[in-house]
């Protein structure tokens, strides 16, 4: 009895050493990417999935059809005022044609999507004619090789080739195949030069269109399930083996078999593949690249068939994990020519698993508080709670070491360091520095050490060991054993609680304290104090106490806090802060590391920051990229200065779940496997619609993808192009540059994760807009896509209006030259005008100096001679002396002429002109002080009327002015000089004399103060144009 109880003692012992040491045969991890309402999606049903040759993703759902392009969706519904949207919301089905458009099956009736106009045709006739059909489709098929497969109801199956041209006519109704009952095609799938045809009543049909005749025909599924069935797919594998599900049961016919398998449990047991129920409910099946059956099934998730291995996994949803499939009802799955795989959900939405990319690999391993890697490549993990765990990264094999297996001196571990020697070392929080040689675990407690709280372990170049305490300052454990203390008090050590220690390039040890940072030079035992000035971006204080300080490759210094992360530049003096609101995963910094490409990965309390570093003009960029539990890193949080860079390159991160393993390459790794797409165009922030008319005109006539080309007016110059790529990856990371070409040569780039290009205050003009994709190492791809863009100009600024305004210049120069010619002319005639008046003026003021003396010269002579000539009485002297008489004469009128011969002429014009006051014989009532002169100067006149021989000297005398000044006022005034003034009111008081008197001439001459009565004919003619004897008998009186 003792010994069947030590027997059974010693067999529980050894079982459970070979399950601590045997290898756990693991699932495969799979991360799968979500996509639900929350991110835009329409319906959380996805009934269909198709991606499109531009690299669309268009997901049929229970509401509507959604287009994602790896950024955004955009959703389609139908309406009843639209006549170009879905006929309803619920989509069945999405096929893509030869020519783009998209064929979508809504129930029992079809609509066509353009791409280039995104509206939805619900005419199929054109298409209907090609084939040779009447337009009464029942069902619409698109091959692999995107020929047409199209049955009308209660018609045969048509067969078009749009490139051959080549139709086929198939009978697959009443009777046909010796089947009875009405049938119809319910799914096809393609198999070398055959399409394989599924019937609603179970036959299984080949047919080579191109041949125009039926291969074989299979009633296997009727005979099994004899009822119709409108579910049934047909799906052929690699191998060319038949796959059919249909109403939650899978038949498979295997060629190697030449059999028909009835459930896919049996199948899989032939093929010697267990953990199959016999009761799943299967929807659909789709082989991925690697050659593994994908199983959807309802309420049992994912099952995946790995033939190699003989394996069936299956991966369900779990609440707690966002990278797990996010639904366990499956409805279809979908395989795009890209190897990516898309599984749509009954209530997740949809799911996308991108194979061959394995980025990250979660371990459930408890909570990990540090991690190191020893000599053969194993994972040496210091928990929370349960001690050291060594994982074998290639065999997944754990080993757990404890206080209570192994003696250990705490089980919390917070640090650990493989030495050069393979010497594993852990320090611990209360149970000091743990030392792991030749497979023993030796403790060095407090008293030996400063404290037994053990924060950090490094290696210098000269194989000391250097720790850092909680409370003890740094410690240098030398190769003989020998302990050196560097605290406060004897080193000035900024701080005694140290929280991280780094060795540099150079061999410095870089100490994070609670009070900033210190630098160890461990040749010379130098201790030098550092400390970060503010944030001179934001003026932000640096926190003292840091979580992790990192000097990188480049000679920056990252100080971790809770805070951020703070960089220093040593070269420049530049302190950054990265927080969150930089775009850093958070603000509560955990860890810092450099990978093998000098990349920093930031581990923040519940998300990883990648980090690349470009310089400058001197200044340092940080292009963030962030990932967290959708990328498929653990949900968090995360533990302070967990962190650590293996041989192979890989970063190990520890966190409250376990550890992330991280492939820097990969998950940091954009690479450029496809080509940008313009996805969509925004117009001050609204999405702008194809075909439809804005502000009176279309801006998008075609989809922006398809044209190239949109043409704007001048004040819609605030708009925004969505970029895309045809990866059509979920959550898609990667950036984008641009250049616009008329604008500026420089090339700019959008945000990770966020692909618009905007623009404000364009002005108008033609621009090109040219676009890269741009990989992680910030090289720009070789394909590109182009933008045309036009600006047009405002009303006034058209080639039109320019026209305009150069005839209304021109035609404004024409009138500008004319008036100034006019005026120029005007100016020269004026010009000359008052010329000929000055002349004049200088001709009438000799002639008025000198005319009175003349004319009393003249008088006089006339006097004698009329004298001499009164008394003569020979006739032969009377004669001489009227020939004297006459020459006389002669000349005084050749004298008088001297006067501009156009004066007679011009006299009363100018007097019209500048006779401001005439004088006048009648009453008037004084108004003016110049009138007052020249009433004055005619009252004088009238007054010696009679005497003939009153002069200007005599009228200035009389009015007591100087003959100058009166000479002056009165022919500025009457425009006249005194003499011409003079004579005029004697001629008009003559006038007078001439209409209302019996006097002859002579005594009128006399009268009025003429001496001589031919000077008074003479003027008389010169004033009223006759003689006064004329003029009398020209107004009706009778002469004396």
């Given amino acids: 009895m003792k010994y069947w109880k030590i027997t059974r003692l010693t067999v529980a012992l050894v079982a459970l050493i070979m399950m601590a040491l045997t290898a756990v045969a693991e699932t495969p991890q799979i991360k799968f990417q979500r996509l639900d309402t929350r991110d835009g999606l329409s319906n959380s049903q996805v009934n269909c999935i198709l991606k499109d040759s531009k690299g669309f993703v268009w997901l049929g759902t229970k509401y509507g059809l959604s287009r994602y392009d790896g950024y955004r969706f955009r959703v389609f519904h139908s309406s009843t005022k639209d006549t170009v949207s879905l006929l309803n919301d619920h989509v069945d089905n999405v096929y893509e044609d030869i020519d783009g458009y998209l064929w979508v099956q809504q129930e029992t009736k079809y609509c066509v999507y353009d791409p280039k106009k995104e509206r939805f045709i619900h005419d199929l006739s054109p298409w209907c004619k090609k084939v040779g059909m009447t337009n009464n489709v029942e069902k619409v098929f698109i091959d692999r090789d995107k020929n047409y497969w199209m049955k009308p109801w209660e018609g045969d199956l048509y067969y078009y080739n749009p490139r051959t041209g080549t139709k086929a006519r198939f009978d697959v109704i009443n009777n046909a195949f010796g089947v009875k009952g009405k049938q119809t095609v319910t799914s096809i799938a393609s198999y070398g030069r055959s399409t394989l045809v599924m019937t609603n009543c179970g036959v299984l049909m080949s047919l080579i269109g191109e041949e125009k005749r039926v291969s074989w025909v299979s009633k296997h599924i009727k005979k099994v399930q004899p009822h119709e069935a409108v579910s049934r797919r047909i799906y052929v594998d690699r191998k060319g083996n038949y796959w059919v599900t249909s109403e939650g ?294 926190a003292s106490a840091c979580t992790q300080v990192l000097m990188d490759s480049r000679g920056l210094v990252w100080y971790c806090s809770s805070a951020g992360v703070n960089v220093l530049d040593n ?235 150069a005839i209304v210049v021109a035609m404004l120069v024409r009138m500008w030259h004319h008036r100034e010619t006019k005026k120029l002319r005007l100016e020269k005639l004026k010009m000359e005008k008052e010329e000929e008046m000055r002349k004049r003026r200088e001709a009438k003021t000799a002639y008025d100096n000198i005319s009175d003396e003349l004319r009393l010269s003249f008088d006089n002579i006339f006097t004698k001679l009329d004298t001499l000539m009164s008394g003569e009485n020979d006739e032969r002297r009377y004669e001489q002396q009227q020939q004297v008489f006459d020459s006389v004469e002669t000349l005084m009128t050749q004298i008088s002429e001297m006067k501009p011969a156009e004066s007679q002429k011009a006299t009363p014009v100018v007097r019209q002109e500048k006779l401001l006051i005439t004088p006048t014989i009648t009453d008037v009532q004084i108004v003016s002080l110049d009138q007052k002169l020249v009433d004055a100067a005619t009252k004088y006149v009238e007054d010696n009327l009679s005497n003939g021989d009153i002069t200007v000297e005599t009228m200035s005398e009389a009015m007591n002015m100087s003959r100058v000044h009166l000479y002056k006022r009165l022919t500025a005034i009457t425009g006249m000089t005194p003499s011409e003034f003079i004579r005029d009111i004697r001629l008009r008081h003559a006038e007078q004399l001439i209409l209302k008197s019996q006097l002859s001439v002579s005594e009128i001459s006399y009268k009025v103060g003429f001496n001589n009565p031919r000077y008074f004919s003479k003027y008389f003619r010169e004033k009223y144009g006759v003689i006064p004897s004329q003029y009398k008998g020209d107004n009706g009186v009778s002469p004396s």
């Fill in 571 to 805: 070269t420049t003096g530049v302190v950054t802060l990265l927080d969150q609101e930089s775009g850093l995963s958070g603000n509560n910094v955990c860890s810092v590391i450099e990978d093998s490409r000098h990349n920093i990965w930031v581990v923040t309390e519940y998300g990883i920051s990648y980090i690349q570093l470009t310089i400058s003009n001197g200044e340092w960029k940080y292009d963030i990229r962030n990932y967290n539990n959708r990328d498929g890193l653990q949900p968090g949080p995360y533990n302070q200065r967990s962190v650590c860079l293996t041989s192979d390159r890989h970063v190990l991160v520890g966190g409250s779940n376990g550890l992330d393993i991280i492939d820097p390459e990969r998950l940091g790794s954009q690479k450029i496997v496809g080509y940008p797409v313009f996805s969509g165009f925004l117009l001050y922030g609204q999405q702008i619609e194809v075909g439809k008319k804005y502000d009176g005109h279309v801006i998008l006539p075609e989809a922006i993808n398809e044209s190239r080309r949109v043409e704007l007016k001048h004040n819609e110059n605030q708009f925004t192009i969505q970029m895309a790529s045809d990866q059509g990856l979920i959550k898609n990371r990667s950036q984008y540059v641009y250049r616009l070409d008329g604008f500026s040569d420089k090339w700019m780039k959008t945000e990770a994760g966020n692909p618009n290009i905007s623009f404000t205050g364009l002005s108008s003009g033609k621009y090109t807009l040219v676009v890269k994709l741009l990989d992680d190492r910030n090289q720009m791809g070789v394909d590109e896509s182009r933008l045309e863009i036009v600006v047009r100009p405002p009303f006034w600024a058209t080639w039109w209006a320019y026209i305009i305004y």
């Fill in 249 to 542: 049961r899978c038949y498979v016919y295997d060629h190697r078999y030449k059999r028909w398998f009835d459930s896919l449990t049996d199948y899989l047991r032939c093929l010697g593949i267990g953990g199959m129920s016999s009761d799943v409910i299967i929807g659909d099946v789709q082989e991925d690249n690697l050659g593994r059956m994908w199983v959807a099934t309802d309420h049992s998730g994912l099952f995946i068939i790995d033939y190699a291995k003989r394996e069936l996994y299956n991966y369900n949803h779990d609440k707690a994990n966002e990278s797990s499939v996010s639904d366990h009802n499956l409805l279809r799955l979908y395989r795009s020519l890209d190897n990516q795989m898309w599984i749509g959900t009954y209530t997740g939405g949809v799911n996308q698993v991108v194979l061959n990319k394995d980025n990250v690999k979660n371990v459930a391993l408890g909570s990990i508080n540090t991690v190191t890697e020893d000599k053969e490549g194993n994972y040496w993990l210091g928990t929370n709670d349960n001690g050291i765990i060594r994982y074998n990264p290639v065999t997944g094999e754990r080993q757990s070491f404890t206080m209570a297996s192994h003696g250990l001196s705490s089980d919390i571990i917070v640090t650990s360091r493989c030495a050069s020697d393979g010497t594993l070392w852990f320090g611990t929080f209360g149970g000091g520095l743990i030392q792991y040689a030749n497979g023993k675990f030796t403790a060095m407690r407090k008293g030996t050490l400063s404290d037994d709280n053990v924060w950090a372990v490094v290696e210098s170049a000269d194989k000391n060991i250097w720790i850092g305490t909680l409370g003890g300052g740094v410690q240098c454990i030398e190769k003989d054993g020998k302990i050196s203390t560097y605290n406060q008090t004897n080193s000035h050590l900024s701080s005694n609680y140290v929280s991280s220690m780094q060795i540099t390039p150079e061999g410095w040890i870089v100490v994070g304290t609670s009070n900033n940072y210190s630098l160890i030079d461990p040749k010379k035992r130098k201790v030098v104090n550092m400390k970060l000035d503010q944030d001179a971006t934001r003026s932000s204080v640096v």
